[in-house]
């Protein structure tokens, strides 16, 4: 009898701290080429470099998913509590996940799921019942990805002000959380 083990099963989860800015520039970038060379106009490398990430670390949350507790990393996450450019003011119902990245050479498949997953437990355990997150307009797979993970578009923003001062659309999805 053979036995498998399931490789999500062997994924690792911590909050980032300043030693780990540069691996999250990396797993952009290298997921900003991924989709540039699909044709996917979502994200530019170089687009963000470590200031970016280092003020997320003051604002929110970064996570980093690796292979065990010590091994490469495998996809990373930022946790916001409040993203007033995509959802105006709200109460202080839902999180917000933002730059959900895999690393396409080391991640088991089926691991973009899994960091959401463990992105939207995290929100219910900071007390809060909704995850929500944007995609472009203009990014149909994407959308339909988030979808398919059970999350409902609840609207649009026409002009998302960005980083580095640029505007664009997004598609605004959110999705109900409970507990298990």
Known sequence: MSHTTDPLA???????DAGDVT?????????????????????????LGPEHFRARLREGELWLATLGPTGPAVG???LWWKDVAAWGEQPPVAG???????????APPGAGRHLLAVAERR???????????DCLSN????RAYYEDAGYAVVGEQAAKDGDGGRSYGVT?????????
Do not use: M
């Open 10 to 16: 062997a994924l690792s989860f911590r909050r980032a």
């Open 23 to 47: 691996e999250f520039v990396r797993l952009r970038d290298a997921a900003a080429r991924w989709q540039r060379a699909r044709g996917i106009q979502q994200w530019r490398p170089g687009e």
């Open 76 to 78: 990373a996450w930022e």
């Open 96 to 106: 917000y996940v933002h730059r959900l990245v895999v690393d396409r050479q080391t």
């Open 123 to 133: 929100v219910l355990a900071h007390g809060r019942t909704l995850c929500r997150l």
């Open 139 to 142: 990014n149909p797979r994407l």
């Open 172 to 180: 605004l999805l959110e999705k109900r959380l409970t507990a298990p």
